[in-house]
Structure formats: C-alpha cells, structure tokens
C-alpha cells in the first residue's frame, strides 16, 4: 500500500468568505465538509510530486469526495469560483477544466439554437 506522506493543511483547502450559504442549514456548506478533518493533506500536490504518488492522493482524495455530504456544494463552488489548484468535489482541477469547457460549448449550442427560433417566430409575428 502506498503511504503518502502527511501534508499541513492549507489555507485554500476550506474556503472562506467567498462561499454562499446552504439554504437547508443555518451555516455554510464547507463547515459539513469531511475534508475539514484529519485528510486535508490529500487534496492539494506539494510541489514536484511524482505522477504516481499524485495519481494516488487524487484517488484518495475522491474517496473522501465520494463520502461527503456537501460534495455537489463543493463541486460547484469550485466550478464557479473556479478553483484552480486541488481536489474539490471529487473532481480534479484537469477534470474541472473539462467540466467547464463542457458547459462553455452547451451554453453555446443552445444559444445558437435558440437565436434561428427567435428570429422566425420575430419574422412570423410580423407577416
């Protein structure tokens, strides 16, 4: 078994201020985060980390992410700060990176489907 080694927690682990409130609970979403515990430590790379030990602190990481009753809060958080650096939500920031481009050309696609309608329903009304 891989042991990796214990990282100091950092302060971008748990965000603070910027983050909007659940709406089922009196307080924020990330003071119900499992990664406000003991294993921090796995979701951000120290530097120069080798690509396997790096591959098996995501994956445990996304253990962690897959156990947390916030992780939809955490995930979206992320996407729309967007987080740059760490395991948020169970997903990378390689994986969030896609995420976004995703919504980016859905977003895209359904304006452009959207604008031809308007604009014939526009031409319609007038005739």
């Given at each position: 078994?891989?042991?990796?080694?214990?990282?100091?927690?950092?302060?971008?682990?748990v965000p603070s201020q910027r983050v909007p409130a659940r709406e089922d609970q009196a307080?924020?979403?990330?003071?119900?985060a499992v990664c406000r515990r003991d294993e921090a430590g796995l979701f951000f790379a120290p530097s120069k980390e080798p690509?396997?030990?790096?591959?098996?602190?995501?994956?445990?990481?996304?253990?962690?992410?897959?156990?947390?009753?916030?992780?939809?809060?955490?995930?979206?958080?992320?996407?729309?700060?967007p987080e740059p650096y760490g395991v948020w939500g169970g997903l990378t920031a390689a994986e969030r990176?896609?995420?976004?481009?995703?919504?980016?050309?859905?977003?895209m696609e359904l304006q452009a489907s959207a604008a031809p309608a308007g604009a014939a329903s526009h031409i319609a009304a007038a005739g």
């Open positions: 078994m891989l042991q990796l080694p214990h990282q100091p927690v950092q302060a971008a682990a307080g924020p979403w990330h003071s119900e690509t396997a030990a790096r591959l098996a602190r995501e994956e445990a990481a996304k253990r962690v992410c897959a156990r947390c009753p916030v992780m939809v809060e955490c995930q979206e958080h992320a996407l729309i700060q990176r896609v995420v976004l481009a995703r919504r980016r050309r859905r977003e």
